[in-house]
């Protein structure tokens, strides 16, 4: 079984539209993250969520909204897509509470807009 | 604010020598130390990680990683480097958040 799973593993899209990306984690992690991975393969936090709290980089677009149905899902909903949106999406888990362990990564989206 | 660089953009080592892969970051209070690796078209894995204790970790597929406070320094390195670790290595960082925030990555290839 896949630690945590992401879907799409690739989506084309063009301008303007919405998408989401869903994750799944598998793990019984109590927290979820998504991070985006530049052309440059820089990689930046947008979001971190557990059950207690979503903090969310400064720098992300309002147009980025995480939604957790429940503990083992952080679905990335994207409203009006643009082109410098295009990058690898990777979701995340980890235990924080009572760990200090790093985090498990999903095998990414690569997304991209025309 | 929390910070890691990652001095190198590219490493090319011979196969069969030693690697390094340097890492200094930035934090207050305690830092965990991690070290990820990424392979092409793949997500990152997990190799290492330091929390307290030893400072010479040791990770997956030979790898290990000196923590040195008074130099705020992670280096991985690994004794003798194969052409399946050329990938690219990601070093992070975490405070008594639960954030991690990596470096730049450094692209390690190896030449057979």
């Known amino acids: 079984d896949t630690a945590v799973s992401q879907t799409p593993k690739y989506l084309v899209t063009q301008m303007g539209n919405d998408k989401s990306i869903k994750c799944e984690q598998n793990?019984?992690?109590?927290?979820m993250y998504w991070y985006k991975q530049d052309s440059k393969k820089f990689l930046k936090i947008m979001f971190s969520?557990?059950?207690?709290?979503?903090?969310i980089n400064e720098t992300v677009p309002n147009r980025f909204s995480p939604k957790s149905p429940d503990k083992a899902h952080l679905n990335l909903h994207i409203n009006s897509l643009e082109l410098g949106d295009s990058a690898v999406y990777f979701c995340?888990?980890?235990?924080?509470?009572?760990?200090?362990?790093?985090?498990?990564f999903g095998s990414g989206t690569r997304l991209t807009v025309v | 604010a929390q910070s890691v660089a990652q001095p190198e953009d590219q490493v090319n080592v011979a196969e069969g020598n030693p690697l390094t892969v340097k890492c200094t970051y930035s934090v207050s209070g305690n830092p965990y130390l991690f070290w990820y690796v990424q392979y092409p078209n793949r997500g990152l894995q997990f190799l290492l990680k330091?929390?307290?204790?030893?400072?010479l970790v040791k990770g997956s597929y030979g790898f290990e990683a000196e923590f040195n406070k008074s130099q705020t320094s992670f280096h991985l390195k690994k004794p003798s480097a194969l052409v399946s670790d050329s990938a690219l290595y990601f070093c992070?960082?975490?405070?008594?958040?639960?954030?991690?925030?990596f470096g730049k990555g450094t692209k390690l290839s190896v030449i057979p």
């Open positions: 969520y557990n059950n207690k709290e979503l903090i």
């Open positions: 995340a888990s980890s235990q924080v509470l009572g760990a200090n362990y790093g985090y498990t």
């Open positions: 793990l019984g992690h109590d927290t």
């Open positions: 992070a960082v975490r405070d008594g958040s639960y954030q991690l925030t």
């Open positions: 330091y929390i307290t204790g030893d400072n």
